[in-house]
T-cell receptor, first 113, second 111 residues
């Protein structure tokens, strides 16, 4: 079966532009996470969706970052007015429930020039 | 404040040696997971431990959950170059909490 997919796989943008990153979770998974990973670093939690509950946005680094999850499935992470420090790999993961195994997508590598 | 502290941050050893990496917290966790991430890929789950004192083995990898469910260790016997990667521990303090990750141990096995 299909795993978690993310698009685009690579994105190069200019400072100040907006970008949208997409995540298609595994069908039926109720939990969806977004993480950011800088080169050689661990995972930085950004946002968490669980079913119909209000998302946990506590990890979003600034109000330039937002995410939505439509119909409990596909999620989009939007970064407005990108800055060079936003350059990183953005990983999406989904799981059946809150504490179950997370299945990760391959990530989107964002480069802000 | 990092809820899950992993140590060491970096480890480089020769093929065939044994090693242990640690994941520690001052908080009790209902479950802990270990993931391995290889370059250019997302992390992949290795094991989940849920019972204090639990030991799980996966070939040459041995995972232990502390009796008080505040810490965990990963022991690798006779390390191989294929073990190279970033090892991440992750846990949920309560059943309905989101999972949080430690910063990882970057392991490099020299052939």
């Amino acid at each position: 079966g299909a795993g978690v997919s993310q698009s685009p796989s690579n994105k190069v943008t200019e400072k100040g532009k907006d970008v949208e990153l997409r995540c298609d979770p595994i069908s039926g998974h109720t939990a969806l996470y977004w993480y950011r990973q800088s080169l050689g670093q661990g995972l930085e939690f950004l946002i968490y969706f669980q079913g119909n509950s209000a998302p946990d946005k506590s990890g979003l680094p600034s109000d330039r970052f937002s995410a939505e999850r439509t119909g409990g499935s596909v999620s989009t992470l939007t970064i407005q007015r990108t800055q060079q420090e936003d350059s990183a790999v953005y990983l999406c993961a989904s799981s059946v429930g809150t504490v179950n195994e997370q299945f990760f997508g391959p990530g989107t590598r964002l480069t802000v020039l | 404040t990092q809820l899950l502290e992993q140590s060491p941050q970096f480890l480089s050893i020769q093929e065939g040696e044994n090693l242990t990496v640690y994941c520690n917290s001052s908080s009790v966790f209902s479950s802990l997971q270990w993931y391995r991430q290889e370059p250019g890929e997302g992390p992949v789950l290795l094991v989940t431990v849920v019972t204090g004192g639990e030991v799980k083995k996966l070939k040459r990898l041995t995972f232990q959950f502390g009796d008080a469910r505040k810490d965990s260790s990963l022991h690798i016997t006779a390390a191989q170059p294929g073990d190279t990667g970033l090892y991440l521990c992750a846990g949920a303090r309560n059943r309905d909490d989101k999972i949080i990750f430690g910063k990882g141990t970057r392991l490099h096995i020299l052939p």
